[in-house]
């Protein structure tokens, strides 16, 4: 299928980095992240960005809760539609169950070698139409063996980050070793904190504008 061959339905978010829409085409509905439009100066990183989604979207082809690519051409990245809405949109409150299949997704996207790299920013994950979790937004993932230094780290930090939702929205059913990996700071976090998250505001929010307070909607 052709990029003309397709309708936007919807756009869903438009930034520095691309448009992303909801299309249908002849095989039915799916999501779209479209660089055509992208300023000059920022083609490069807006690329880049893509093509890293694509290759984390490969590794995890046919994984259930995920989105699954349907075509990367350079320009245009095409990836399945998952319905559902973000969990700050449908906060799963007091849902042990949503927390224990998110944190079997996670391990089925470790064992892949992904690690997703993004999800504190509840924009990341969805409650579906059914109430279960599922993962969108790779553009960060990291990829390499599963059983690396390197990709154990980046697993943990993704677990973390899961835990940390946990806490919000289902407190009361944090175990004892979960309680305590909450409280472990990594070297990687404490990195993070000091030196990228600084530099990461600075360039979203001065050069880049975003407002949407690192996916978690709107400021108000």
């Not at 449908?90 to 391990?107: I, N, S, T, V």
Request: glycine share 6%.
């Amino acid at each position: 299928m052709s990029t003309s061959d397709a309708i936007e339905i919807q756009a869903l978010k438009a930034d520095s980095f691309g448009r992303i829409a909801l299309m249908r085409g002849r095989e039915g509905v799916f999501v779209r992240r479209d660089l055509r439009h992208v300023p000059r100066w920022l083609w490069l990183p807006a690329w880049w960005l893509a093509r890293r989604e694509a290759r984390a979207l490969q590794a995890i082809a046919g994984m259930p809760a995920t989105p699954q690519l349907l075509r990367w051409d350079g320009r245009v990245l095409d990836r399945s539609y998952l319905e559902g809405a973000a969990m700050y949109q449908r906060p799963p409150h007091g849902e042990l169950a949503y927390f224990r299949r998110a944190r079997r997704l996670l391990q089925a996207l470790h064992r892949r070698g992904v690690a997703h790299n993004d999800l504190a920013k509840e924009a990341n994950w969805l409650v579906l139409s059914d109430g279960t979790p599922a993962l969108i937004d790779f553009q960060l993932a990291v990829r390499g063996r599963a059983r690396s230094r390197w990709m154990r780290l980046l697993a943990r930090e993704d677990l973390r980050h899961l835990l940390k939702h946990k806490r919000t929205y289902c407190p009361q059913a944090l175990t004892p070793v979960e309680r305590r990996l909450l409280r472990r700071r990594s070297w990687l976090r404490q990195a993070w904190f000091a030196t990228g998250k600084p530099v990461y505001r600075f360039i979203t929010r001065r050069l880049l504008h975003w407002e949407d307070n690192e996916g978690q909607g709107p400021k108000p």
